[in-house]
C-alpha cells in the first residue's frame, strides 16, 4: 500500500511535534526531572492550582504516581499544596513562581524568536499563520478525543 501524499504543511507540523517531545524531554531534564514529572509540572503551569485527582486525570496516572510525582516537585521547590480554607480536606496544587521562572528560563529564547519570526510576516500571513496552528490544535484535541474512546471501547 502506498500512503496519500500529504501537504507539506502536514509534514512540517509532525516534524515540529517531533521537536516538541525532544526539546519537553530537554527541559525536562534541565531542571533536574524525569518526563512525567515534567509533564506534571506544565499541566499545573498552563491550566493553574487542581487537585491531585485532576492532575492525575491529565496525567493518566494513578493516585498513588501521582501523590508521588507532587511530592518530588514539592521537593524541587517547583510544586506546593494548597489547602482549602473552608474544607482543609480539599487540596489543591499549584505551579511555584520557581518553576514558572526556571521555565521561563529555558524556553523563552524559543517564545521570543518565533515571536519575532512571526511579528516580521506581514499581517495576512500572521492570521494565516495563528489561524492554522488554532485548527492544528482542534484537530488534535478531537483525534485526542477518538483514541481516547477507543481506549474505553
Known amino acids: ?20 517531545n525532544e526539546t519537553e524531554r530537554e527541559v525536562a531534564g534541565k531542571l533536574g526531572l ?21 492532575l492525575g486525570v491529565k496525567l493518566g496516572a494513578t493516585a498513588a504516581t501521582t501523590t508521588a510525582v507532587v511530592s518530588r516537585l514539592e521537593t524541587r ?13 480539599h487540596v489543591h496544587v499549584s505551579a511555584t513562581a520557581a518553576a514558572s521562572r526556571d521555565i521561563m528560563r529555558l524556553m523563552r529564547p524559543l ?4 515571536n519575532q519570526h ?10 494565516a499563520v495563528a489561524d492554522f496552528l488554532r485548527a492544528a490544535q482542534d ?7 477518538t483514541l481516547s474512546a477507543k481506549d474505553t471501547a
Open 1 to 20: 500500500m502506498s500512503r496519500p501524499p500529504y501537504h507539506p504543511a502536514a509534514g512540517a507540523l509532525q516534524a515540529v511535534l517531533a521537536l516538541a
Open 34 to 54: 524525569n518526563l512525567t514529572d515534567y509533564r506534571a509540572l506544565s499541566a499545573l503551569s498552563q491550566s493553574g492550582p487542581m487537585t491531585v485527582g485532576n
Open 77 to 89: 521547590g517547583y510544586a506546593e499544596r494548597l489547602r482549602g480554607e473552608g474544607d482543609r480536606r
Open 111 to 114: 517564545m521570543d524568536a518565533t
Open 118 to 127: 512571526i511579528e516580521s510576516l506581514p499581517a495576512a500571513q500572521q492570521d
Open 139 to 145: 484537530l488534535m484535541k478531537d483525534h485526542l478525543h
